[in-house]
């Protein structure tokens, strides 16, 4: 079974950094786009970043352009999220996604497979 695995979460403090790791079980994945979504408590998931399979194509949501970063690892059905000065409203779950579409069918949600999750806590 197809699995999306996320690593990196943790507890930072306000203006701190954390960097988010997804990979996938099977390198079918390597020319699929990859994406990251978060959901924190009371609220409905929200998209947070999407790239192609090129790395070549990358969306952000306004709450954190320029301060997140996406890209895709030397393995190509990997990605990762570098998070930089972490605000407490980024405290969420964040889940890793894949879609075989391009990258704008991940930014509005249309993805195939979901990862677990994993927790981002920022304290102020």
């Known amino acids: 079974q197809v699995q999306l695995v996320e690593s990196g979460g943790g507890l930072v403090q306000a203006g701190g950094s954390l960097r988010l790791f997804c990979a996938a079980s099977?390198?079918?994945?390597?020319?699929?786009?990859m994406g990251w979504f978060r959901q924190a408590p009371g609220k409905e998931r929200e998209f947070v970043a999407a790239?192609?399979?090129?790395?070549?194509?990358?969306y952000y949501s306004d709450s954190v352009k320029g301060r997140f970063t996406i890209s895709r690892g030397n393995a190509k059905n990997t990605v990762y999220l570098q998070m930089n000065s972490l605000k407490p409203e980024d405290t969420a779950v964040y889940y890793c996604?894949?879609?075989?579409?391009?990258?704008?069918?991940?930014?509005?949600?249309?993805?195939?497979?979901w990862g677990q999750g994993t927790q981002v806590t920022v304290s102020s």
């Open positions: 996604a894949a879609d075989p579409g391009p990258p704008r069918t991940v930014e509005v949600g249309i993805v195939d497979y």
């Open positions: 790239i192609s399979w090129t790395g070549g194509t990358i």
């Open positions: 099977e390198s079918t994945f390597s020319n699929w786009s």
